[in-house]
């Protein structure tokens, strides 16, 4: 059904339409032939040899038959069986690796609705990926799909998100994916951690303060809300907004406006609200912890973040890829029963937790390989702790306080010891500090 001459005019017309497309976009013919392709899609994955005859399959996947004959989706032959628009997030080969990339066909007809061709726009899904990589979000597993596949279509609106899901399943960096997806990419993500924070300290982070506004303000400080004018403002543990500023958080989300500490200007500030709690906020307003107003508001579109009990079979990837960011300089080797021991494992603490237990047995090792019994080695420090302490004997807060102190006992700088506990140095302070 190729009704298209691929001489080499017909080709450069073909690519010029398609250079309409602000994403990487590909003409397919009905029978998978690549026959041209935009400046966007070679900035993104290469030239191609439109001369050779191109097979979409092979150039994406390394098929020799079409996706739907190897086992996955493929939106080109759902597109000629329903006579629209198909989309699919799949796992193509690009330069950098393999790569999760949202893709959507487009038939093209002619006035008597006979099928031309069809428009294949790809756009490759910020911080993910389908192999180990470098600060990323990694996996293949239905779950993890099923989350990328939200994030990439919600990401192009300008909708608040909401993101939900235990503690360590990477919300922080969903929520840069997000923002790297949408039109205001170019401008800055901001991010504010509400845990811990007293109503005065919040307000000031958020709002700034004006020189003079209260004892120790010796100048004029911008609040992250003026930073994030154009952007993204990130306010992570939402939850934990105390009570009061809930009202002022309510009212900026309504009105757009906001006021410094300390000051009479009305200021405005357009930016994309993204939160993330790992408590459930609608028991909280049920509870009266949580303002119901605030709540439909930041509330519009909800993602869910699994859990790696919801995911384990990108146990391995994600193992590979933190071994990697923990200690670059040494090519670590997880042998399969490792793998197998950490596959296994519930992680209350989930990506965190995986990452402290492979930061202590890069420490324990004796060569580049780490088997099993080092991993249970690594499993039984947690036990120790937990004991060490008398869980049932303290609160969360004292709990958290001895595990820090142990961590700081034995690594013996506040660097490493943020680092295998999953969080930043100025987390740890702020925790070794609260009395």
Known sequence: MDLIQSDAESQRNLSAML?????????????????AYNSEYRKAFGALELDQQ???YNISHGYHVPCDQAGESCPLSAALISQRKERVLHIHQTPHGKE????????IFDDQRQLLFFVELLRPVPLASGIVADQQMIGASPAFLKMLEVISRVGQSDLSVVLKGESGTGKELAARAIHMTSARSDNPMVTLECAGLTDSLFESELFGHVKGAFT??????PGLIEQANGGTLF???VADIPMPMQVKLLRLLETGTYRSVGSA???????RLICASHKNLAEMVDQGRFRQDLFYRVNVFPIHLPSLAERRDDIPAIAKSLIHRI?????WQLTGSAMKRLSSWDYKGNIRELRNVLARATVLAETHVIDQNLIDKCFDIDTQISADIELDKVDLKTSELAYLQNLMTKYGNKEKAAEVAGISVRSLYRKLNQR
């Open 19 to 35: 250079e309409g497309y602000d994403c990487p976009a590909i003409l397919v013919s009905a029978n998978y032939e690549i026959l």
């Open 54 to 56: 191109p097979s979409c």
């Open 100 to 107: 999760h990339v949202d893709v959507e066909m487009l038939p």
């Open 216 to 221: 120790g303000a010796q100048f004029n400080k």
């Open 235 to 237: 306010l992570d543990e």
């Open 265 to 271: 200007e009305v200021k405005i500030s357009n930016f």
């Open 327 to 331: 200690s670059p300089e040494q090519a």
